[in-house]
């Protein structure tokens, strides 16, 4: 990190952060020479924010620590997700897609390999493998690869390779009270009256690195954050900053976003912007305006102190003097997320009363404005199609609204050319095969007597050189019967719609990524090419149709 920005963190972070309880660091492993200096790791994701809710991905939204990131950094354009969180989870920890790990779709056990719902052992995660490699691992945030109420812990944090844990086990919650809130793996309760989950995870992480990163030996800290998924809670402090901000509405955003996307290289300009969706109203003849004002003032503010969250976690390694041989990954689970809380919507999502026993409002009621401990909102689809600017579609959906994410990656010590974009095409899986390959780790054959599967990505090491990836095969998806894969600059993708066999589109992403001009009767060939290659992978990779297993 150069000078300027470090001194933007401190300045900006102060001296002050909130309590949190002491924690100690892993034990004792096999140190690495000081002459030989291996990487500190730190992944951040945010949890349902779209393509361009970021500062430095074309957003109104405040994000200049994240922005900073970028700014001594680089940005990836072309990185994907799995559309989902538990199989973004899944693939993100293991460098596997979702379905060889079992955890194809969500935590439900459908009784078939692909569909488990918990992280099997036929894969192995980043911090297995680091931890193997001398490194001390930490985690603050959301797990969600196994199912919560599973009382043998079998697959916790500190039973799949971390020496500290804080954060969730379960999905989404409140932020106030979220559930399942562990320390190690024992559970906890908020710490205080004040308590707000985002802000938590980042206190916490930054007492990890307090406690571990004067140490000889390096870390990896993973912080999976909740921030920006639904329910919408914030302090009204937070929210007051973005008073009237969204009150031009929906079509008027993403028209802004556009332009400043192009701007900034992100996207092109012959790209043509997707039609909003056909469910929502223009914005001139919507009648709740005031209360869709609120819900995106809401989210925002989400976003907002999750980047505050990063700057403490950030301001700790500066003042560590560890910024120059730390790695830095930032990115999102899945796109902007469409759904619409309904009040019949029951489970731990969803605790029924309040720390101080009100009673929650469920559901998306526009004569109720989100944001306080007891009420229970998202922002729906048309914010979403905000989010996902320029892009179709969203979480769900392996369009590209579903699956592109930022990928900010920051070391200073080895990214070549900084505040620069690359638009190398990028996937989940390439992330642990860059963590063993910058740690100089070894990616195991077996473990604990399992045989592992290969790893299925590639380092990105050579992006933070300016060189070219190097890919052996195409990339994949599958995710409650959407499908897509995308070979070069062709994408074929298709969205269920009641029949698993339903109609391809084939895209040219280098001239069409916003996937609005289908090429399948030019091309036949591709498509059947791309098909049969898909079909490949869906069958090495447990991958069944959707009327096999699930859609019940």
Not at 94 to 114: A, C, F, I, N, S
Not at 187 to 204: L, V, W
Not at 513 to 529: A, G, I, K, S
């Amino acid at each position: 990190m150069n000078s300027l920005n470090r001194r933007g963190f401190l300045q900006a972070l102060g001296a002050g952060t909130a309590t949190v309880l002491p924690m100690g660091c892993g034990g004792s492993k096999t140190p690495s020479s000081p002459d030989n200096r291996r990487p500190n790791i730190i992944l951040m994701m945010a949890d349902d924010m779209g393509f361009s809710d970021l500062g430095c991905y074309g957003s109104e939204i405040s994000t200049p620590h994240i922005d900073s990131l970028a700014q001594g950094g680089i940005r990836f354009t072309q990185f994907y997700n799995t559309a989902r969180c538990c199989p973004t989870r899944a693939s993100l920890l293991t460098g596997l897609y979702p379905h060889q790990t079992g955890v194809g779709h969500m935590m439900r056990d459908y009784e078939v390999p692909g569909y488990r719902g918990d992280l099997n052992r036929q894969c192995v995660t980043i911090a297995e493998v680091l931890g193997q490699a001398g490194y001390t691992t930490l985690m603050s945030g959301k797990w969600h690869v196994t199912p919560a109420a599973n009382p043998s812990q079998h697959n916790w944090p500190l039973q799949r390779g971390f020496d500290r844990f804080f954060g969730t086990i379960h999905g989404a919650g409140s932020f106030y009270d979220p559930v399942t809130l562990t320390r190690g793996n024992e559970p906890i309760k908020p710490e205080s009256e004040d308590f707000y989950y985002t802000t938590a995870i980042g206190d916490n992480a930054a007492r990890f690195i307090d406690e571990c990163g004067g140490k000889e030996d390096p870390f990896f800290l993973y912080v999976p954050f909740t921030s920006p998924h639904w329910p919408l809670h914030a302090f009204e402090q937070d929210i007051a900053r973005y008073h009237g901000r969204y009150d031009m509405g929906w079509d008027e955003l993403r028209n802004e976003r556009r332009e400043r996307m192009i701007g900034m290289g992100l996207i092109q300009e012959d790209w043509p912007l997707t039609p909003r969706d056909e469910s929502v109203a223009a914005w001139r003849d919507e009648e709740n305006k005031k209360w869709h004002s609120r819900r995106m003032e809401v989210y925002a503010a989400q976003i907002e102190v999750m980047d505050r969250a990063v700057g403490r976690i950030m301001e700790r390694v500066c003042r560590l003097g560890l910024e120059d041989n730390t790695l830095v990954l930032f990115l999102a689970d899945n796109g902007g997320c469409a759904e619409e809380l309904r009040s019949s919507w029951e489970g731990l999502h969803f605790p029924g009363r309040t720390r101080d026993g009100r009673p929650v409002q469920r559901g998306n009621d526009p004569s109720v404005m989100p944001g306080p401990e007891e009420t229970y909102q998202s922002y729906g689809i048309p914010w979403a199609n905000v989010s996902n600017t320029p892009f179709r579609l969203y979480k769900h959906w392996v369009h590209e609204g579903g699956i592109a994410t930022p990928l900010i990656a920051h070391w200073p010590a080895q990214v070549k050319n900084t505040n620069t974009l690359t638009h190398e095409v990028g996937h989940l899986i390439d992330i642990l095969a860059t963590c063993v390959d910058v740690a100089r780790a070894q990616y195991p054959e077996t473990y604990k007597e399992h045989i592992i599967k290969t790893m299925e990505g590639e380092s990105l090491q050579p992006v933070f050189q300016g060189e070219k990836l190097y890919r052996k095969d195409a990339l994949y998806w599958e995710h409650e019967g959407n499908r897509a894969v995308r070979q070069g600059k062709y994408k074929l993708v298709s969205r269920y719609r009641g029949d698993m066999d339903g109609k391809w589109e084939l895209y040219d992403l280098e001239n069409d990524r916003t996937e609005t001009r289908d090429l399948t009767d030019r091309y036949p060939d591709q498509v059947r090419e791309l098909v049969e290659q898909y079909d490949r992978w869906a069958d090495r990779s447990n991958v069944l149709s959707w009327q096999s297993w699930g859609n019940s």
